[in-house]
């Protein structure tokens, strides 16, 4: 039985911005994925709604090639940063991170744990408290 995973999106890491690598991103609708590797495959996979950051770096050269890191930190023991060097659009694909997380921490109701966990002083974490209650 086969199992067949839709992606959102996928890319390669990038060599002066051409796909010559043997590294691999695919995001789907609840799972990060980076598949290394070409004698010797190597795949591991963040779960969107256990992601707790995301940050985006373009260096000088990268600018110039038309690529990017993106930096995904999350609670996972296994892979607390999975880092997408190299990568076509990067703020495009942040952004469309970003709201498959949302989604999934919607969806499997996490929001609230991760409200409860911030400073309380900010007035937009009361605020949001008193939504999810």
Avoid: C
Avoid at 62 to 78: A, E, P, Y
Avoid at 95 to 115: D, Y
Wanted: charged share 40%.
């Amino acid at each position: 039985m086969s199992i067949t995973i839709e992606y959102l999106w996928k890319d390669r890491r990038r060599r002066l911005g051409l796909p010559l690598s043997f590294t691999r991103y695919r995001l789907s609708e609840d799972r990060l994925f980076v598949s290394e590797g070409f004698l010797n495959i190597k795949d591991d996979e963040v779960l969107l709604y256990r992601v707790r950051d995301i940050d985006t770096r373009r260096s000088l050269w990268q600018r110039i090639f038309g690529v990017g890191t993106v930096t995904v930190m999350s609670s996972d023991k296994t892979m607390p940063n999975l880092v997408l060097k190299n990568i076509k659009d990067p703020v495009f694909v942040k952004e469309l991170i970003h709201r498959q997380v949302e989604e999934m921490k919607v969806k499997r109701r996490v929001r609230f744990g991760e409200i409860m966990t911030t400073n309380a002083d900010d007035d937009d974490d009361a605020d949001d408290m008193d939504d999810d209650v």
